[in-house]
């Protein structure tokens, strides 16, 4: 059965600090994986993806994740924490197939203290 | 970048009344959309996958007379609470997939729409 676990339910970080949330998945063959952000009351928003090709992907708002087949992990790394990352982050896996449909870890809450 | 839109952003309505909410993919022809539901704290729970001219295929576990999805347009999927109770209340998520030429496919998500039953 496909799974994603992310392990930390909270992570708070001081501002500046770096911030490391794991995630790892059970799958069939080797999904496409990635991680979405969410703000309060608000939807997803796609940080980076990986599909191919590079195991560090770099994504926006300075994210970056490593893809390490070996572990099944696809953990999401930023040096430099700003107050403005405290969110909701989700890691999702996908089929590498017309399926489009994301399997969605239980979500990794930010808190940014000052 | 790839946008996707719902509305409204926020309902309140009395019990036994229907309520109807749209997605559209505002830049892109999505031919599937996938309607989520969200509690608070608690991660996205996939409801069903629309297809464009096809009927929705549901999740186990999710009414689908009462969580009625229509996917008329390549840019416009709607859900229709029916019925709605104060269950019903939550977080209601839209996505729509948008492939990658090649390789790939990304899934956008609109805003969502926050639904309250009284």
């Known amino acids: 059965a496909q799974s994603v676990t992310q392990p930390d339910i909270h992570i708070t970080v001081s501002e500046g600090a770096s911030l490391e949330l794991r995630c790892n998945y059970s799958?069939?063959?080797?999904?496409?994986l990635f991680w979405y952000v969410q703000s309060p009351g608000q939807g997803l928003q796609l940080l980076l993806k990986?599909?191919?090709?590079?195991?560090l992907v770099q994504g926006i708002k300075g994210f970056e994740a490593e893809f390490k087949r070996s572990q099944s992990s696809f953990n999401l790394r930023k040096p430099s924490v700003h107050w403005s990352d405290a969110a909701e982050y989700f890691c999702a896996v996908g089929p590498r197939s017309n399926d489009y449909k994301l399997s969605f870890g239980a979500g990794t809450t930010v808190t940014v203290r000052a | 970048g790839a946008v996707v839109s719902q509305h409204p952003s926020w309902v309140i309505c009395k019990s036994g009344t229907s309520v109807k909410i749209e997605c559209r993919s505002l830049?892109?022809?999505?031919?599937?959309m996938f309607w989520y539901r969200q509690f608070p704290k608690q991660s996205l729970m996939l409801m069903a996958t629309s297809n464009e001219g096809s009927k929705a295929t549901y999740e186990q576990g999710v009414e689908k007379d009462k969580f009625l999805i229509n996917h008329a347009s390549l840019t416009l999927s709607t859900l229709t609470v029916t019925s709605a109770h104060p269950e019903d209340s939550s977080f209601y998520i839209c996505s729509a997939a948008h492939t990658r030429r090649g390789i790939g496919y990304e899934q956008y998500f609109g805003p969502g729409t926050r639904l309250t039953v009284t």
């Open positions: 830049d892109f022809q999505a031919t599937t």
């Open positions: 990986y599909f191919s090709g590079d195991t």
């Open positions: 799958y069939g063959a080797t999904p496409y």
